[in-house]
């Protein structure tokens, strides 16, 4: 994998003005690098920006602020007004709503983008029957899209995107109109296709799974902000904020208040949570822990309390816990049964800080939420 | 995963079961309320719709009782017939593709392209839908007919022409003023059609390389075909048994369409028998070229209708026109305006002369017309003849399209899809033919019923030709209220028909109300069917103006219909407003 | 306060045959889900329950009243069933106000007005809807619908409550808070609720026991979470209940061996009664396989059951690695807390399996 720069954002801006709302800024100074042959995920809540940012890739958008270039070269300056045209940009694109044409069989879908090249008509059969092949969907090339499934739309989309050779991918939640089973072959295949022919994908979804499944790194990105850029491992385990934490994977959250160097449960200064506190805590403060990074133990060492409820999911056991005055969730597998009413011990092992909840960014969001 | 594939298998059979209740089987024991309608449905159909297509056919093809075809082939090849039969030809398929075409241009336009004032432009394409092309024809006729219309005097004066330099009352004129109020067939139907369209379609063609000409060509125009060919073959079939302009601007001038031709026969014969007869024969030629088109629609329709319906919702990228705009925007309101409120304007002006002919100047102005319109107790009576059979047919239509959806929806009864055939086949035959199948039934040879001359003859062809309106509207409404909704109110106590009487017609009562202005509306205006029906003492409106103006008395007749106009225009109003408080409750 | 109780019913739609001769007894006072695939029956069953279709044999009993029977020719009409329904897709009135919709079963009953008044208020309380009663309900979100519903399906029986996959229009957040109503609902008032779904996890955490129908109509398990988690009956429930991952296991000698090889025997113990048929079918949950290996967890002897990571998926809380054992693809799942980190993809590991479940061999599976 070569260290070349595919997708580059400088100071990306984009501001949308409505007539209800007034002016929103739907992308706020955006400054990314992707590299070759990375696989690149745009996450976030709807309206955090990422599809507007893909589309400003694409070239469907123009920028109010900000250059984007594609392999070194510029294809949007709004400095300059210089925009290149989508179809001059040299990318491949898988949509949400597959996109596949209807009037056409898969074969002509599929060689579309070549004979709009003036590719010669041999080449244009050898490569589209290469294309189906890899998308597994060799010899359906006189069927319609009509009488396929979505999964095997979804290919078609996929041959279409590939059979150009681009340098760059862009899928727009390409997943999300499909089944769940057929949700995780997708995936497979969109990493082996990558593996072959080497493109970057630029991933959008909201689905947090999805991304951390394919992704070599991702940007969470949240009202129009980017929030953090890291690997997926990195952003689970070290998540930079609360909205991070909160966003990747279930989490519990429990507020906590800081007194004579021991960290007690708020409202609750009964039994200290054994925890040590870290640098620059204030007196209160929220303690984030994943489901099963809590050890619940019969005896064990921890805080010691009683399981409140007990629901069985497909896959584990999930208890409530009270900690103090708050109900703590806990996942286990299967194997270790507790009953309802026993005592126990929990053990937050892995605890995050973070400072108490901030009234301000939930009210922005709930204005942004409704355009 | 093996429960994986369990899940995903087959169809699921409770669903059928589900669409399909069981609540008339557990109540079959008794005829109820279901029998009753169900019985009632298939009567009234068979009175309505069975009874005038059998007697067409019958006096066709049988004479005193044998079998016959000696009138038949005299009528076809009587060469004045073969003539009417290839003018219609040849105008319908002009006006189809020239209505196509324009009805694309403006699609286009209004759908794919930034050009401003898209609202108003959007509010004149409903002006063509609320009036009846002869009154356009009228107003034409006013303008450039031969050397009296009003345009082509002062065409010839200015210029010093010999010859009137445009003719209205020929083939071409014809097919220009049909042209003018049919194209918003294709217009709807793509400009919906490109609204609908899910706008990733175009962009991955733009992504895949295709600059913005490729994809029209490409992509949009394909996809949206089968609108096209929906709306061009409303426009051809609407064409060919268009009676009103061919009448208005061919009659002068010998130009006979097959629906003109037809009333011409029957006119002649002063409504004797032989005349009908002859009629009867024509009727069955234009139902055969109808019924060609038909079949080319439903071929062209079932083959190739696509799922373009968009998935995230996004505006279409709008093609920018650049220097384009401004002339474009011009041209477009232009011609429209012309096309459209011209006619209605030049009704109004004529409506004030005191004599056609005069110049339209203050001085030669007016009300005497409208006094002697007011005056007339004929004119009077029409007023109130159309308002009658409008609101009864309308009101009565309305109840019957209720219960007969309600019978192919809920009660399915075996025979369903005949029912459902029969109430909407009237649709699809020309008025002209109605209205002669309507006369052999019930004018004294069917049990001794005579209703020839009364306005109740005319009622039976109305609701013939309307019921489908409003059958087709209840429907549509009932499939929106799931069947659980009746379920549930079961569940809770309510019987059958308290279920019906509590949950199932207020809820489809919106669309009662709409199919009642879906038939009230075309009936004010309607002229094809009263026009061989009425009798002394039963004319309609667009039968008294299409007399008045038979009779020379244009300037009467143009206010009779500027009267109409200003009746049809409050109508819509109220429609407007009722549909606008349903949507807000 | 009244059960339900399903004697040898039968339904057939057309040709199928959809339900054959299914019992089933709801207790008072319970919420029993019926859980199963889409296509398997259940709402046809709901449906014979309801009187809205009409099962060609056996008998329906709610409480002490037969509301069908076959044999003695009852076949009481829906409405006088006083069975309340809520529907998947909610079915409330969009012409009557939240008010109206919740008040029309008590018109039917003939109530006098104040009293009307006072239970439909109570039932809107109970859904936590009151401030709502004048609402259309196109004022309100779907959520709020289905609360709509579930207050009228209240007042219409406070017996007797059925409820066709009530949730499964709303969004995931939605449905556990109406999972949490409905529970707290029912132990306010007492009602028997007959849940039918196909969400297992909803049914897990919704009922006070469970009936688990397979794709063909018949009843698998009757039981608590806990029996059908802990204890799946058979096959079918084991594998409709979650992932799972199945090997058949043969009898070589005094061994169990994997895919018929004696080099890879199965060391646990296996019930003596599938000894007989030399073959077993074991199932393990792809968080019941572990890493076994004496190299690298300091173990006694090296698990001799070794196969190859061929994808490793991060997913946040665990690790999903596909496994190639002897050409099987095994799933398995590896919590991320305990797992520290990933495993490369490629890497032999040696597997044990935890909580393994035994079922007879299933022929074509």
């Not at chain 2, 002063?270 to 139902?287: H, K, M």
């Not at chain 3, 017996?159 to 306010?188: G, H, S």
Request: with cysteine; net charge neutral; proline share 5%.
């Amino acid at each position: 994998m070569s260290e070349n720069i595919a997708v580059a954002l400088r100071h990306v801006t984009k501001r949308f003005t409505t007539r209800t709302m007034g002016t929103i800024t739907a992308v706020d100074d955006f400054n990314l690098e992707i590299k070759e042959g990375e696989c690149f995920s745009f996450l976030g809540p709807s309206g955090c920006g990422k599809t507007t940012t893909l589309r400003m890739i694409a070239g469907f958008e123009d920028l109010s602020e900000g250059e984007i270039e594609l392999c070194g070269r510029l294809v949007s300056s709004s400095a300059k007004n210089l925009y290149i045209l989508p179809e001059e940009r040299d990318l491949g694109m898988v949509f949400q709503a597959f996109a596949v044409w209807p009037h056409m069989n898969i074969f002509d879908n599929v060689a579309f983008p070549l004979k709009i090249r003036k590719v010669a008509r041999k080449e244009i059969a050898a490569r589209v029957k290469d294309a189906l092949k890899h998308c597994s969907l060799d010899g359906l090339e006189n069927v319609y899209p009509g009488e396929l499934s979505g999964g095997q739309q979804q290919r078609i989309a996929l041959a279409r995107a590939i059979v150009t050779n681009p340098k760059v991918m862009l899928l727009d939640e390409p997943l999300s109109n499909l089944d769940p089973k057929l949700r995780e072959t997708m995936r497979f295949e969109i990493k082996e296709l990558q593996r072959q022919f080497g493109f970057t994908i630029i991933f959008v979804t909201h689905d947090q799974s999805e991304a951390m499944a394919l992704s070599d790194r991702m940007m969470v990105c949240d009202m129009g902000k980017i929030v953090q850029i890291d690997t997926p491992e990195n952003l689970y385990n070290h998540p930079n904020s609360r909205f991070v934490h909160n966003f990747l994977g279930e989490s519990t959250f429990i507020n906590v208040e800081v007194k004579d160097g021991q960290v007690f449960p708020e409202g609750d200064a009964g039994q200290p949570i054994g925890l040590a506190i870290p640098e620059g805590a204030g007196p209160k403060m929220v303690v984030a822990t994943r489901l099963n990074a809590i050890l619940l133990t019969k005896d064990g060492p921890g805080f010691r309390t009683r399981i409140e409820k007990r629901i069985f999911l497909t896959d584990k056991t999930e208890y409530l816990v009270t900690v103090g005055k708050q109900l703590v969730k806990i996942q286990t597998p299967h194997r270790d049964v507790f009953v309802p009413g026993e005592e126990c011990a929990v053990e937050i092992a892995a605890p995050s800080w973070y400072p108490p909840e901030d009234a301000a960014a939930e009210a922005e969001r709930a204005r942004r939420n409704i355009i | 995963m093996a429960f994986l594939r369990r899940r995903r298998g087959g169809v699921d059979p409770s669903a059928q079961a589900r669409s399909v209740s069981d609540l008339s089987a557990l109540e079959g024991r008794h005829i109820g309320v279901d029998g009753i309608m169900t019985g009632l449905s298939f009567i009234l159909l068979f009175i309505i719709v069975v009874i005038p297509i059998f007697m067409i056919i019958y006096n066709a093809f049988f004479y005193e009782g044998r079998f016959d075809l000696s009138l038949f082939t005299s009528v076809i090849f009587e060469e004045e017939n073969l003539k009417a039969m290839g003018n219609t030809i040849i105008i319908a398929l002009a006006v189809t593709v020239f209505g196509t075409i324009m009805g694309l241009f403006y699609a286009w336009l209004l759908g794919r392209s930034d050009i401003p004032a898209k609202g108003f432009m959007r509010a004149l394409f409903t002006i063509p839908y609320m009036f009846p092309p002869f009154f356009g024809a009228m107003a034409w006729d006013l303008l450039f007919s031969g050397r009296a219309g009003y345009i082509n005097r002062w065409l010839m004066s200015t210029f010093h022409l010999r010859q009137p330099p445009v003719n209205i009352n020929s083939i071409g004129g014809i097919i220009f003023v049909e042209c003018s109020y049919y194209f918003p067939f294709v217009f709807m139907q793509v400009v919906s059609a490109l609204e609908r369209m899910d706008p990733t379609l175009e962009e991955s063609a733009r992504i895949a390389g295709a600059r913005q000409s490729q994809v029209i060509w490409k992509i949009t125009l394909p996809l949206v075909k089968p609108a096209i060919s929906a709306g061009a073959l409303l426009i051809l079939i609407s064409s060919l048994a268009h009676f009103g302009v061919p009448s208005i601007l061919g009659f002068s001038k010998n130009i006979y369409t097959l629906p003109t031709m037809i009333y011409a026969l029957i006119n002649r014969s002063g409504g004797s028998f032989e005349g009908i007869r002859q009629g009867t024969a024509l009727s069955i030629l234009l139902v055969a070229v109808v019924a060609i088109a038909l079949v080319i629609q439903k071929y062209v329709l079932s083959s190739g209708s696509y799922d373009i319906i968009k998935g995230k919702s996004m505006r279409p990228t709008l093609i920018k026109l650049r220097g384009a705009k401004y002339p474009l925007l011009l041209l477009a309101s232009l011609t429209l305006l012309v096309i459209v409120v011209v006619p209605l304007v030049m009704i109004f002006l004529v409506a004030l002369v005191k004599a056609y002919g005069l110049p339209l100047t203050w001085a030669n102005f007016s009300f005497s017309n409208y006094v002697k319109v007011f005056d007339s107790p004929a004119t009077m009576d029409s007023i109130k003849n159309s308002l009658f059979l409008s609101i009864t047919a309308g009101i009565v239509c309305m109840f019957l399209g209720v219960m007969i959806a309600y019978v192919i929806n809920r009660i399915r009864p075996k025979g369903r899809g005949l029912l459902e055939i029969l109430s909407i086949l009237p649709y699809s035959i020309p008025g002209t033919v109605l209205a002669i199948g309507v006369i052999l039934s019930w004018s004294g040879s069917l049990a001794g019923i005579n209703l020839y001359n009364t306005i109740w003859i005319i009622l039976v062809a109305y609701m013939a030709r309307y019921l489908s309106f409003s059958m087709k509207s209840a429907s549509a409404s009932l499939q929106q209220v799931n069947s659980s909704l009746e379920e549930a109110s079961r569940a809770c106590g309510a019987t059958h028909t308290e279920s019906l009487k509590d949950i199932t017609l207020p809820l489809i009562k919106p669309a009662m109300v709409s199919g009642f202005f879906l038939i009230f509306l075309p009936a004010m205006r309607e002229l094809t069917t009263s026009v061989l029906l009425y009798g002394p003492y039963s004319r309609t409106l667009g039968v008294q103006i299409f007399a008045l103006r038979d009779a020379g008395m244009i300037p009467q007749a143009s206010a009779l219909a500027s009267v109409a106009i200003v009746i049809i225009i409050v109508c819509n109003a109220v429609v407007t407003e009722i549909t606008k408080d349903r949507k807000g409750a | 306060m009244a059960g339900i109780k399903f004697q040898n019913v039968s339904f057939a739609y057309g040709e199928k045959q959809i339900l054959r001769n299914f019992s089933l007894e709801v207790e008072d006072a319970q919420i029993m889900c019926l859980l199963g695939p889409s296509g398997c029956g259940k709402t046809t069953l709901m449906r014979c329950l309801l009187g809205l279709n009409r099962p060609s044999t056996g008998e329906i009993w709610v409480g002490d009243r037969c509301v069908f029977s076959k044999e003695k020719r009852i076949n009481i009409p829906p409405e006088r069933r006083g069975i309340g329904v809520v529907f998947q897709d909610y079915a409330v009135w969009p012409h009557m106000t939240v008010m109206e919709n919740v008040c029309y079963p008590l018109k039917k009953q003939r109530l006098p007005r104040d009293e009307m008044e006072k239970k439909a208020r109570y039932a809107l309380e109970q859904v936590r809807m009151r401030d709502y009663a004048p609402y259309l309900p196109s004022q309100l979100s779907g959520g709020q619908q289905q609360r709509v519903a579930i207050a009228r399906a209240l007042v219409s029986s406070d017996e007797v409550i059925v409820m066709d996959e009530p949730i499964t229009n709303l969004d995931a957040k939605l449905r556990e808070e109406m999972l949490t109503e409905i529970r707290q609902i029912q132990k306010n008032i007492g009602t028997t609720i007959l849940y039918i779904t196909h969400d297992q996890e909803a049914s897990l955490q919704l009922c006070d026991r469970m009936a688990i129908m397979d794709a063909g109509g018949a009843l698998c398990q009757i039981g608590t979470d806990e029996d059908i988690i802990l204890r799946p009956a058979e096959r079918f429930v084991f594998e409709f209940i979650g992932v799972s991952n199945f090997f058949t296991l043969t009898r070589k000698g005094e061994n169990w061996c994997f895919f018929g090889r004696e080099d890879m025997p199965y060391t646990g113990t296996v019930p003596a009664e599938f000894e007989a048929a030399g073959q077993v079918d074991m199932g393990v949950r792809p968080n019941g396989i572990v890493f076994d290996d004496a190299a690298a967890e300091g173990g006694l002897t090296p698990s001799l059951i070794r196969g190859i990571i061929r994808r490793s998926v991060f997913l946040g809380s665990e690790y999903n690695l596909f496994i190639d054992l002897n050409g099987q693809e095994v799933r398995m799942q590896r919590s991320a807390f305990e797992g520290m980190g990933g495993v490369p993809e490629g890497a032999e590991v040696g597997l044990s399996f935890l909580g393994p479940k035994f079922y007879p061999v299933r022929e074509g599976a």
